[in-house]
T-cell receptor, first 116, second 111 residues
Framework: DTGVSQDPRHKITKRGQNVTFRCDPI?????LYWYRQTLGQGPEFLTY????????KSRLLSDRFSAERPKGSFSTLEIQRTEQGDSAMYLC??????????????FGSGTQLSVL | AQSVTQLGSHVSVSEGALVLLRCNYS??????LFWYVQYPNQGLQLLLK??????LVKGINGFEAEFKKSETSFHLTKPSAHMSDAAEYFC?????????FGAGTRLFVKA
C-alpha cells in the first residue's frame, strides 16, 4: 500500500493553456474521486468513478473539465483553456468498500494549480 | 440534502488544554458523519466516523466525537492538546456516494 499518488505536486500555467493532472489510487480500490479545495474552504466534490465508469459530475464542473479513468486504474483530470478562477488544490481520493455509507476515503497530497 | 457547518474557522488552545471543535449537520436521513484531519503538506486522513453503531466514537490520536441527534451536532474533542495536533480539521457527512465537507477549522496549539 503506497497510498494515493498525485502528479504533479505543483503546476503553474498561463491563462488559456490546457493542463492535465494524474492520480494513481491505492491498488485494488474501485472508487476514485476528484475534489477541489480553495483557501479557507473544505474540499468540494468534482467527479466520481466506480471502476472505469464516471458516475457523477458536479455542476461546479464546466465543459472545460474532463476526467477519465481508463481500465479502472489511474485517472486523469484535464482542464482546457484555464482561467484564473481555476487556481486551487485538486485532490484525488480512492476507496474500497461495499457500503457507500461506511466509506473511508484515502486522499493524495493534491496538485496545486496556479493560473497566471 | 446533507450538509455540515463548522463553527469557528480558527481555534487556539494551550498545550495540555481541552480541544473542542464544533460541527453541526443537516440531513434528511440518518447521517453518516466523519472527521478528517489535514496536516501541512499532507493529504486528508480519517480521524473517526459515526455510522450509528454508538453515539460516542473514538478515533486516532486520542480524539473522540459524540453524535447528538437532539442538537444535530458531532463535535470533536480531545482531553489534552499536543503540539502535534496543530492541523486543519474537517467535519464531513455522507450524501449518497459523495462525502460533503465543511469549511474546516484550523487548530493552533500554543506552548
Amino acid at each position: 500500500d503506497t497510498g494515493v499518488s498525485q502528479d504533479p505536486r505543483h503546476k503553474i500555467t498561463k491563462r488559456g493553456q490546457n493542463v492535465t493532472f494524474r492520480c494513481d489510487p491505492i491498488s485494488e480500490h474501485n472508487r476514485l474521486y476528484w475534489y477541489r479545495q480553495t483557501l479557507g474552504q473544505g474540499p468540494e466534490f468534482l467527479t466520481y468513478f466506480q471502476n472505469e465508469a464516471q458516475l457523477e459530475k458536479s455542476r461546479l464542473l464546466s465543459d472545460r473539465f474532463s476526467a477519465e479513468r481508463p481500465k479502472g486504474s489511474f485517472s486523469t483530470l484535464e482542464i482546457q483553456r484555464t482561467e484564473q478562477g481555476d487556481s486551487a488544490m485538486y485532490l484525488c481520493a480512492s476507496s474500497l468498500t461495499a457500503s457507500a455509507t461506511n466509506e473511508k476515503l484515502f486522499f493524495g497530497s493534491g496538485t496545486q494549480l496556479s493560473v497566471l | 440534502a446533507q450538509s455540515v457547518t463548522q463553527l469557528g474557522s480558527h481555534v487556539s488552545v494551550s498545550e495540555g488544554a481541552l480541544v473542542l471543535l464544533r460541527c453541526n449537520y443537516s440531513s434528511s436521513v440518518p447521517p453518516y458523519l466523519f472527521w478528517y484531519v489535514q496536516y501541512p503538506n499532507q493529504g486528508l486522513q480519517l480521524l473517526l466516523k459515526y455510522t450509528s453503531a454508538a453515539t460516542l466514537v473514538k478515533g486516532i490520536n486520542g480524539f473522540e466525537a459524540e453524535f447528538k441527534k437532539s442538537e444535530t451536532s458531532f463535535h470533536l474533542t480531545k482531553p489534552s492538546a499536543h503540539m502535534s495536533d496543530a492541523a486543519e480539521y474537517f467535519c464531513a457527512v455522507k450524501g449518497g456516494f459523495k462525502t460533503i465537507f465543511g469549511a474546516g477549522t484550523r487548530l493552533f496549539v500554543k506552548a
